[in-house]
């Protein structure tokens, strides 16, 4: 791989990336000497001592991961790089292990205060020399690996140290497990409330809105009815406006797979629509745009959604945007819903100046560490923006041709 190009790369990876990129090689460079790594450079040098850089597809796997799209079409644009056919996992050639992804996946969602209680949770099973140094989530992790309390057979000392933390984060290791096989799954059967119609014409009507699902009773396998926060039933003897919620189960029973939706508002959608381009950008005007805002202005605010919208970005307006509302307090809010509308490169969006924006800066200020109060929230970013300068057509567009030549 050309080195003018790993210089380039290198110049652009900050010290938590590098951290996290040396993290995602344990399972095929030396741990020891990852240890000794301070930089880019160092860490490719290893990577090509290993052979690991005949091509673009390892590091194309590692940038994907930390969310450096911006640097991963770097390695897509390289005229040296000659094209490349399907890759296929080899010795020569491994892939980043869904292991690998998922430990990293739960260190990027770890709060400073829920890293101080795993370390403390920690602090029977790992000497104190070597946790009370770790400063992030990922370093802990590293730890427990050394020590032998975590591999990708032995997850349950991880699990159990998240349960007490963050149960989202148990749950992202419980998928992982339950998909190699390790953990059977449970099987559930669901029955409708109704067959009632829902209607979404108000924020209020989708309070209705619920799910019951019956599974054994643990003692004495009768089936039971499970139900949401929201969901009421109507009491023998009551009126039609008196309903009180279900009782609680005596049975244990597992938390329900849903997102609390009872805000009301139930957060907000921002909407950035950029219309009229700068002389300069050498990009014409979006028409018919207004039309897309129009329509999810509209969806939104009957979703129960502080809809506000932002017009005519340039690249630095459209940062700023997206990092005051993540500075915002969402302790009031059960989601989040950011659409930008825009011209676009493959991975990022384009200002009214021309000025790119990489998709990664968008949803940067959302993450649990830089905007704790949407932590286990959903978050939703709608991007309508082209990806590249290639054209497309749709199936209608190629059955009119065919029309067209047929007579």
Not at 37 to 52: A, I, M
Not at 142 to 170: F, G, N, P, S, V
């Amino acid at each position: 791989m050309d080195l003018r190009l790993l210089s380039r790369i290198d110049e652009e990876l900050d010290s938590s990336e590098v951290a996290a990129l040396c993290f995602l090689c344990r399972d095929v460079l030396n741990r020891k000497r990852l240890e000794t790594v301070e930089d880019g450079r160092g860490l490719f040098l290893r990577l090509q001592e290993k052979s690991l850089l005949e091509d673009h597809y390892f590091l194309s796997q590692l940038l994907s991961v930390i969310g450096r799209l911006d640097l991963h079409r770097l390695l897509e644009t390289d005229s040296r790089q000659p094209e490349q056919t399907a890759h296929t996992q080899t010795d020569a050639c491994p892939a980043l292990s869904q292991y690998r992804r998922m430990l990293y996946k739960v260190s990027e969602d770890v709060t400073k205060e829920n890293l101080t209680k795993m370390k403390f949770l920690l602090s029977d099973k790992l000497p104190r020399g070597r946790l009370d140094p770790c400063t992030t989530a990922l370093e802990v992790l590293c730890e427990m690996e050394r020590q032998d309390l975590l591999t990708e057979d032995r997850l349950d000392e991880l699990q159990r140290i998240l349960e007490e933390c963050d149960t989202q984060l148990a749950h992202t290791v419980q998928q992982h497990r339950e998909a190699r096989g390790s953990v059977s799954r449970q099987e559930y059967s669901v029955q409708p409330i109704s067959n009632q119609e829902q209607q979404l014409s108000s924020p209020q009507s989708l309070q209705s809105l619920s799910i019951s699902e019956t599974r054994p009773n643990c003692e004495r396998g009768q089936r039971i009815r499970l139900y949401s926060d929201a969901m009421t039933e109507t009491q023998p003897g009551s009126g039609p406006d008196q309903v009180t919620t279900s009782p609680t189960q005596s049975c244990k029973t597992s938390e329900m797979e849903h997102y609390s939706m009872t805000c009301n508002p139930r957060g907000t959608c921002l909407i950035i629509n950029n219309y009229h381009f700068m002389g300069f950008s050498g990009l014409t005007d979006r028409p018919g745009t207004e039309q897309d805002e129009k329509a999810l202005h509209n969806v939104f605010s009957r979703l129960g959604f502080k809809v506000e919208v932002c017009s005519d970005l340039t690249e630095k307006t459209m940062l700023g945007a997206v990092e005051e509302l993540g500075g915002r307090s969402h302790i009031q809010a059960d989601a989040l819903v950011v659409c930008v509308l825009s011209h676009g490169e493959k991975g990022c969006v384009l200002g009214t100046d021309g000025g790119e924006v990489p998709i990664r800066s968008l949803t940067q200020p959302f993450t649990s560490k830089q905007c704790p109060s949407l932590m286990g929230k959903p978050k939703l970013f709608f991007i309508q923006a082209c990806q590249g300068k290639a054209s497309s057509e749709g199936p209608y567009s190629s059955l009119h041709k065919a029309e067209r030549g047929a007579v």
